[in-house]
């Protein structure tokens, strides 16, 4: 629980020696107690007082990690229930279920799949994270070699071990131990074992017991052993259930106060509906309502494009606009001969505006010029988006010589900027386009039509 | 320590509203979903959407399944209403588009009425995108369907008066009020139709809406800031059920509508524009949207079915 500014200053030495840079040590215990200062600013505290106040001001909610290197990613440390209230700092990662009695065919399969999906978009890299491998056949080496085949073919995957045998898991973990695979699950039966090879090769630790109250009196144990690299499942395998999971163990963490369920959790989508689009109508909804790690059957574009999409949309830091890269952006079958779009970075305006180039199927060119990452009429008032800065992203990216069309479409909101840009750029010719993105097909049609 | 579930309870309530006899919206007193909170009101409805024209635009994945009725708006919805049963059907006017067909409100009002008869379930009336000959479309169908209590889709900013004067109180149906994505909006357009006379009963609202990965945080942030304006502060201007037209968004983005020829590795065109509309779906719902509008019967039934679930 967090400690008042009252409670701080009694565990202050009391000296009211300013040091810390505050007239006084209750002064000083005020500000701490809002986090708006750090501990350590005090040199004269005991390391007992030390402790308890590095208890009392830890996050509510911990970053815990899984993987090594270039594929090592954090779940956990969100401080707020809604994005606007400050933004949520990390994403959901997938993962793919794969059982040690599965068909060589399946498991091929999910290979295949795994490996197919991956690509960019807006900046960034979107594939399966992690491949879950849940040992059925109670058989350390066919269990193994499962793990093994896996791991080796998809190069990027995180293994998870599910297995509730610590002889098994184990062997399991020593296999894939450069990889800082995810250890699942302690239960109330083996949880000594587990944590103490969690703890051996410092791993991320699925604890699972059948319920909320139960989950909470295992993880108390588990903290009271000095484990706290935790992922939490409260075993409802149903949607409704585990919505109430994930919603109360971060509601008993961020309203609460309590860290208890101050962890991460993990949804068993592919548990909960064998339907493919059923598993992503589920995994949809985790991905806002709040799990960590969310493990599908299977992986496709189809589920992974509005998945990924979602994630990246609803991880989006609320106080930064999110930008696309500058650049001339070839929609459809553009040729040299196609018509050239301008408009602004900001990524939202970007994706209207070439969704509905698309939807005109006539294909263009957009032209993206370093605009602030604002809408249009937001950067052109602020500056951003005018003759300059078109004219620059015009002899930047070569436009002259990629495309014969020396007539440039500007968004209609901005038809101001004309002139300017056509003393900016000699031999060019401006075309005030669409007020609006809607407006576009009809625009570019008739535009085409015109032309020819 | 025994576990302690820390339940949230709220003063506030949406307004329950009445679409067509009996369809009910909101009554809920909890965020989307949480049962365990309180009372979660009617469940959340779906809607399927046809158009007055052949809908020529729509993708092949979607448009095949409809291709022996979509020449006939009476047809149409009559096979989606045996075929899926939904719970209301969007008929959009797209034919009135002034830059396309530019049928008159005459023309548009004899097909919602014949629509009317033909069918069971409640209407949800929606425009093209021209809110000037929306609002004149609006008044002739209200007019020729008076106290049916469909709704309107929807009443913006440049036409509320027009389109509130007529659906709402000439004619006695509902004024769904459009903003684009942001709560203040929202909140003035609301405060705008009330203030025509219109009772908070005879009203739905869309927020905004855009398909997952098209801006789609603002579609969820706001909806969630409503949310908790009406539950946590009862800010009876925002205590109004939503209604999301998720396929007028999720099939036109380029995850739906790329052919497989130009995306081989995508895969099926089809069924990446089901997977954009149930993600867009469930995500709006799980922010709090009363009621979807869906394209496809596969989205329909997996959508049907992520809400018995979280419902019953
Ligand atoms: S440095 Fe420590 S002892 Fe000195 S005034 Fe600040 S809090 Fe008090």
Same mark, same amino acid.
Not at chain 1, 357 to 378: C, M
Not at chain 1, 382 to 406: D, L, Y
Not at chain 2, 279 to 306: D, K
């Given at each position: ?452 | ?163 509130? =004067? /007529? !659906? %709402? ?5 509902? *004024? ?6 942001? &709560?203040?909006?929202?909140? $003035? ?20 809406? =855009? /398909? !997952? %990965? ?5 579609? *969820? ?6 949310? &908790?304006?009406?539950?946590? $502060? ?79």
């Amino acid at each position: 629980m967090a400690l008042n500014g009252m409670q701080i200053y009694k565990l202050l030495p009391r000296k009211n020696c300013k040091e810390c840079g505050f007239p006084t040590c209750l002064a000083f215990a005020m500000k701490l107690a809002q986090g708006g200062t750090e501990a350590e600013k005090c040199p004269y505290m005991s390391d007992e007082a030390k402790a308890q106040l590095a208890e009392a001001t830890a996050p509510p909610m911990r970053t815990v990690k899984f993987g090594t290197n270039d594929l090592e990613y954090s779940l956990g440390g969100e401080t707020v229930l809604f994005r606007h209230e400050k933004t949520f700092v990390n994403r959901p990662r997938f993962a793919v279920m794969f059982s040690d009695t599965m068909s060589p065919e399946e498991i091929e399969k999910k290979i295949k799949n795994i490996n197919a999906v991956n690509y960019t978009r807006i900046n960034e890299e979107m594939y399966v994270e992690i491949a879950a491998f849940r040992c059925e056949s109670q058989d350390k080496d066919t269990f193994i070699s499962l793990i093994k085949k896996v791991t080796e073919k998809c190069s990027k995957v995180v293994p998870m071990v599910i297995t509730d045998n610590p002889e098994i898991a184990t062997a399991a973990v020593s296999e894939c131990a450069d990889k800082g695979p995810i250890l699942f699950g302690a239960n109330e039966q083996n949880h000594d074992a587990m944590v103490n090879l969690a703890k051996e090769n410092k791993l991320l630790l699925g604890v699972t017991a059948d319920g909320k109250e139960k989950l909470y009196e295992l993880v108390e144990k588990i903290q009271k052993a000095g484990y706290r690299e935790l992922l939490l499942d409260a075993g409802s395998r149903n949607l409704k259930g585990a919505f109430d999971d994930m919603v109360n163990i971060r509601r008993t963490a961020l309203l609460s106060g309590d860290r208890t369920f101050g962890y991460p959790t993990v949804a068993f989508v592919c548990d909960m509906a064998q339907d493919k689009m059923m598993q992503l109508a589920c995994a949809s909804l985790f991905v806002e309502k709040y799990a960590s790690i969310i493990v599908l059957s299977d992986i496709d574009y189809s589920l992974a494009l509005p998945l990924f999409a979602l994630r990246q949309n609803i991880f989006t830091d609320p106080q930064r606009p999110m930008r696309i890269e500058q650049g001339v952006y070839k929609i459809g079958t553009a040729d040299e001969e196609s018509p050239l779009l301008v408009t602004v970075d900001f990524a939202l305006t970007y994706f209207i505006v070439s969704g509905e180039v698309e939807r005109s199927k006539v294909p263009s060119w957009i032209l993206i010029p370093d605009a602030g990452g604002y809408s249009v009429l937001t950067a052109w008032a602020a500056g951003k988006f005018n003759a300059k800065s078109i004219a620059k992203a015009v002899k930047e990216f070569e436009v002259e010589n990629k495309i014969k069309t020396r007539e440039l479409i500007i968004p209609g909101k901005v038809a101001v900027l004309k002139a300017d840009i056509e003393d900016e750029l000699p031999g060019w010719k401006v075309i005030v386009g669409a007020e609006e993105a809607a407006a576009l097909p009809n625009f570019l049609k008739n535009y085409q039509q015109a032309a020819s | 320590m025994a576990y302690k579930m820390p339940a949230q309870k709220y003063s506030g309530q949406i307004q329950e509203v009445t679409i067509g006899s009996d369809l009910k919206l909101g009554g809920e007193s909890v965020l989307p979903f949480y049962s365990f909170d309180g009372d979660m009101g009617n469940k959340p409805v779906i809607g399927m959407e046809i158009w007055d024209i052949i809908p020529e635009s729509w993708p092949e994945g979607v448009l095949n399944t409809f291709k022996d009725v979509a020449d006939d708006p009476v047809k149409w919805a009559k096979y989606c209403e045996e075929k899926y049963n939904p719970d209301f059907i969007c008929i959009k006017f797209e034919g009135a588009n002034p830059d396309g067909l530019d049928k008159s409100p005459e023309e548009c009002a004899e097909v919602a009425k014949k629509l009317a008869e033909n069918v069971k379930v409640p209407l949800v009336i929606a425009g093209c995108q021209n809110n000037e000959k929306n609002a004149k479309v609006f008044t002739k169908v209200a007019e020729a369907l008076p106290d049916k209590n469909y709704v309107f889709l929807s009443a913006v900013e440049s036409n509320y008066k027009e389109v509130g =004067a /007529a !659906v %709402g109180m000439a004619y006695g149906n509902i *004024v769904a009020a459009e903003s684009s994505v942001d &709560l203040n909006l929202a909140k $003035q357009l609301n405060i705008l139709v009330t203030q025509l006379g219109i009772k908070p009963e005879k009203m739905v609202m869309d927020p905004g809406c =855009a /398909a !997952v %990965g098209y801006g789609f945080e603002y579609v *969820v942030t706001t909806m969630d800031r409503i949310r &908790l304006a009406a539950l946590q $502060q009862s800010d009876t201007t925002l205590q109004i059920p939503m209604i999301l037209p998720v396929s007028f968004e999720s099939w036109k983005v380029k995850e739906s509508i790329a052919p497989e020829e130009e995306m081989p590795e995508w895969g099926s065109q089809e069924d990446r524009g089901i997977a954009m509309e149930i993600s867009t779906a469930v995500g709006v719902l799980g922010s709090g949207a009363n009621a979807v509008i869906l394209r496809h019967p596969r989205s329909v039934e997996v959508v049907r079915n992520f809400i018995s679930e979280m419902t019953e």
